[in-house]
Every structure is written in C-alpha cells, then in structure tokens.
C-alpha cells in the first residue's frame, strides 16, 4: 500500500510530491522571471513547433510532424504514385 503523499509512476518508481516551500520558490522565481521565461518559449515555438511544412507529397504539415508525416502511410503512398506518374521508375 502506498501512503497518499507519494505518487506511483511506472515499476518500482515513486515520485515524491513537492514540498510546499518549493512551490512557493518556483511560483515567486515564475512571478519575477515571467516575461523571460515566455519569451524564450514563444522562440522556441516559433523555430522548431509552429511552422508550416509543405512536404513535395502536398500534405501541409508542422514542422514538430515531419518525422512522423516521412513514415505515415499516406506520404509514401503519395509519393509512390507521383514517382509512377513522372516516370521515376
């Protein structure tokens, strides 16, 4: 059994809850620091999450997608069929 303060995440892994004084730190360091800390998010997203893609299959696409849009059934069909249609083959 475990006690109600303590979280059960995966096997034989427990994370403890943070203490109330920590909470407090990390809140009055956000407070202080807010306009930092949202514009490096703000540069982050827009240089590698929010952008579009148009991939050469005509899908239109976020660039934090691409890897997966590469391997997604629908583009290598797409692309499978604009390669026959060229005369790629």
Avoid: W
Wanted: hydrophobic fraction near 20%; charge should be positive.
């Amino acid at each position: 059994m475990l006690p109600s303060s303590v979280k059960y995440e995966k096997e034989d892994k427990f994370i403890k809850p943070r203490s109330a004084s920590l909470q407090k730190a990390q809140t009055k360091y956000y407070k202080k620091n807010k306009e930092k800390i949202t514009a490096k998010q703000m540069k982050y997203n827009e240089t590698y999450n929010k952008k579009d893609y148009v991939c050469a299959c005509g899908s239109k696409i976020k660039i934090s997608s691409k890897h997966h849009h590469m391997k997604s059934k629908k583009h290598i069909k797409k692309m499978d069929e604009l390669k026959s249609k060229d005369g790629y083959e």
